[in-house]
């Protein structure tokens, strides 16, 4: 775990182009983020996956008033390909440093990518989010990342190729 001076220090050297151009800071409940008005968190919770026991990573989003705000409403701010990019990766990089960093935690963690991202995102699957990790000294041997069903196989490929390890969601399915 990074003492929070050196958190603070890395966060504050991070790539403005990585943090949508959205402040990234340090409280008492570990790294939040900004977006518009709202402000995002982590929040955990045990998950099983097949044997293996890990962490799942949820959002939570307080809006201008500080009361919750819907995490559908939030990405529907996110305008055009860019904003949503950045937004999902933003998310992503607020729950791994909350786990890994803050926490102190060692075991893997699953996070969701939102699924409109694939229909932006056409090459290098997982390569910016790599990097962001890096940035912190993470790697993304313990990030389970969790995607859509049928995604095609250059997709998977690429965040594999990275070092992710992926979890295909399970479809929706309309009830009767």
Not at 31 to 60: D, I, M, N, W, Y
Not at 110 to 117: A, D, E, F, K, N
Not at 147 to 168: C, K, N, S, W
Request: charged share 20%; aromatic share 10%.
């Amino acid at each position: 775990m990074q003492a929070p001076t050196t958190l603070t220090a890395r966060l504050a050297t991070m790539p403005a182009l990585w943090g949508a151009g959205y402040p990234l800071g340090l409280d008492e409940r570990g790294v939040v983020g900004r977006f518009f008005k709202c402000e995002l968190s982590s929040h955990f919770q045990p998950f099983q996956l097949g044997a293996a026991s890990v962490v799942r990573a949820g959002l939570t989003v307080r809006g201008p008033d500080g009361e919750p705000f819907p995490v559908e409403k939030l990405f529907s701010l996110a305008s055009g390909a860019d904003g949503l990019l950045k937004l999902d990766r933003l998310c992503r990089l607020i729950h791994a440093l909350n786990h890994f960093e803050v926490a102190g935690q060692t075991t893997p963690l699953l996070m969701p990518i939102h699924p409109r991202l694939f229909d932006y995102v056409k090459v290098a699957h997982g390569r910016t989010f790599a990097r962001m990790l890096a940035h912190f000294d993470l790697t993304p041997a313990k990030i389970i990342l969790e995607v859509p069903d049928q995604l095609p196989r250059f997709a998977l490929d690429g965040y594999l190729g990275e070092g992710f390890t992926l979890h295909i969601a399970e479809p929706v399915r309309a009830e009767s």
